[in-house]
T-cell receptor
Framework: DAKTTQPPSMDCAEGRAANLPCNHS???????VYWYRQIHSQGPQYIIH???NNETNEMASLIITEDRKSSTLILPHATLRDTAVYYC????????????FGEGTQLTVNP | GAVVSQHPSRVICKSGTSVKIECRSL??????MFWYRQFPKKSLMLMAT?????????EQGVEKDKFLINHASLTLSTLTVTSAHPEDSSFYIC?????????????FGEGSWLTVV
């Protein structure tokens, strides 16, 4: 499986952009990068996913480097409710829809 | 949008009894669904793949006779924890992909807290 590396924790001020990095240097050409977040005591919430192009939706933007070895999830205006564990996952062809979760990044948005 | 729903959200059962957790895809069909468990302050661990109309496939180390999975329809998978013990207390979460391709979104349920007393 393509492994991902994320910082264990990050802090962000409310109203500022939160930029969460993820390294996935062993990613293969047809494997997607997915981002989820998990707020305490809830199931993971889908945020965004991408293959090679940058993606944006109502929740966030996903910036993938040209060599696809890393990506950054951007929450443009973080709020207190964005405090959560954010998981970057590479969806591996051999595993199909079986996702392997790492430890993620605990993002804390401070007032 | 696509939603995956679990029921119950919380359940308490006595040791030795069995408890069933349901996972439903509300506005799409899923030929496969997935069951995870999560211990406090830990990440999600995949337990098994639920296959519509056929047997589930279990990850290494997961007891198939203890965690019975049934995927009777394209929108419903059930996980039954049999002869539950306190060590089975955990957060159980299901997921379902909206399609087979790698670019199709996978949604997760809200999770089900199981406490065995």
């Amino acid at each position: 499986d393509a492994k991902t590396t994320q910082p264990p924790s990050m802090d962000c001020a409310e109203g500022r952009a939160a930029n969460l990095p993820c390294n996935h240097s062993t990613i293969s050409g047809n494997e997607y990068v997915y981002w989820y977040r998990q707020i305490h005591s809830q199931g993971p919430q889908y945020i965004i996913h991408g293959l090679k192009n940058n993606e944006t939706n109502e929740m966030a933007s996903l910036i993938i480097t040209e060599d696809r070895k890393s990506s950054t999830l951007i929450l443009p205006h973080a709020t207190l409710r964005d405090t959560a564990v954010y998981y970057c996952i590479v969806r591996v062809a051999a595993s199909g829809s079986r996702l392997t979760f790492g430890e993620g990044t605990q993002l804390t948005v401070n007032p | 949008g696509a939603v995956v729903s679990q029921h119950p959200s919380r359940v308490i059962c006595k040791s030795g009894t069995s408890v069933k957790i349901e996972c439903r895809s509300l506005d799409f069909q899923a030929t496969t669904m997935f069951w995870y468990r999560q211990f406090p302050k830990k990440s999600l661990m995949l337990m098994a793949t639920s296959n519509e109309g056929s047997k589930a496939t279990y990850e290494q180390g997961v007891e198939k006779d203890k965690f019975l999975i049934n995927h009777a329809s394209l929108t419903l998978s059930t996980l039954t924890v049999t002869s539950a013990h306190p060590e089975d207390s955990s957060f159980y979460i299901c997921s379902a992909p909206t399609g087979p391709g790698l670019g199709n979104t996978i949604y997760f349920g809200e999770g089900s807290w199981l406490t065995v007393v």
